[in-house]
């Protein structure tokens, strides 16, 4: 594998993190792999906010769909991932629990709302430990912003790529 081989493995429910990913497969080349767990929270406002929060508090185990891409055809691994009640959402525990990471570089990055993303960032550090975790970044709503985004983006990427 001599190029730079870039993943970007990502969930979204609510159209962020798939902005972010598509931003970064347009500047980067990289292959997309999007997780679909087999439930999530549907609808709209405090129900699904509350479901969804709860679930990711009490680190629900849910089932993905296999995935398309094989970690190890890569070199570089960009995990993007929403915030969900200050960590990270059951898709993603599911995905960083069982796959491997041993010799790749990986990127981590959040989307949240108003708030925070340290702590979830920090979590996913945890899940990940004993891996080689580079370089991370956290955007508040990108969707309100596009143009924003993707120029945060572009700065994050010339840092590896
Ligand atoms: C279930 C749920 C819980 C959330 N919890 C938080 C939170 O704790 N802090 C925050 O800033 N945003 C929170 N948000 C907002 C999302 O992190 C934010 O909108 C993110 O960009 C969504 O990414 P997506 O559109 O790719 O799903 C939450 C959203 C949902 C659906």
């Known amino acids: 594998m001599a190029e730079n081989k870039v993943l970007v493995v990502y969930y979204s429910l609510d159209g962020d993190c798939d902005l972010i990913a598509r931003d970064l497969q347009e500047i980067t080349g ?3 792999e999007r997780l679909y767990p087999e439930s999530e929270p549907h609808g709209k406002g405090f129900g699904k906010i509350f479901i969804g929060a709860f679930t990711a508090r009490i680190g629900l185990k849910v089932r993905i769909r296999p ?3 094989k970690i190890e055809d890569y070199n570089t691994i ?4 929403p915030v969900w009640a200050g960590t990270f959402p059951p898709a993603i525990g599911t995905f960083l629990k069982k796959e491997h ?5 990986v990127h981590l990055l959040a989307s949240s709302g108003s708030g925070e993303a ?3 960032l920090e979590q996913m550090k945890m899940a990940l430990s004993g891996n080689n975790i580079l370089l991370d970044l956290s ?7 596009p143009d924003r985004t993707k120029q945060k983006l ?3 990427c010339l840092a590896f790529f």
């Open 78 to 81: 960009i995990i993007v991932s």
């Open 30 to 32: 990289a292959d997309l």
């Open 101 to 105: 990471f041993t010799g790749k570089d």
């Open 154 to 156: 572009e700065e994050f």
């Open 67 to 69: 995935l398309k891409h």
């Open 139 to 145: 955007l508040k709503s990108p969707l309100a912003d």
């Open 118 to 120: 340290s702590k979830m």
